[in-house]
Nanobody
Framework: VQLQAFGGGLVQAGGSLRLSCAASGLTFSNNNVAWFRQSPGKARAFVARIAWRDNTTDYADSVYGRFTISRDDAKNTLYLQMNILGPEDTAVYYC??????????????WGQGTQVTVSS
């Protein structure tokens, strides 16, 4: 299984970015998938997840209403639409698959991470 996250970059506060995660060797629609993020000196933190069984979504309080997780099954690609970004959202963002919770140890497969930097 390989996951590849991309789409990060530098954006001004208040702006938007869309992250993508492509998979090989795994079908997103058959697995729980999630996004996490990690800032320097901090633990990897849950951002959002989508359940394969019923497509329900779940978000960290800090991103609720600003971020949207989605999946394109035809492209086998996971997305994270991030709006109204603030400096506190600066982190390396990781996609993850085959997990069940909101802790990073719950997930088996990880992408390499993509850097998001929000300038104030």
């Amino acid at each position: 299984v390989q996951l590849q996250a991309f789409g990060g970059g530098l954006v001004q506060a208040g702006g938007s970015l869309r992250l993508s995660c492509a998979a090989s060797g795994l079908t997103f629609s058959n697995n729980n998938v999630a996004w996490f993020r990690q800032s320097p000196g901090k633990a990897r933190a849950f951002v959002a997840r989508i359940a394969w069984r019923d497509n329900t979504t779940d978000y960290a309080d800090s991103v609720y209403g600003r971020f949207t997780i989605s999946r394109d099954d035809a492209k086998n690609t996971l997305y994270l639409q991030m709006n109204i970004l603030g400096p506190e959202d600066t982190a390396v963002y990781y996609c993850a698959a085959r997990g069940i919770g909101t802790h990073h140890l719950d997930y088996d497969d990880w992408g390499q991470g993509t850097q998001v930097t929000v300038s104030s």
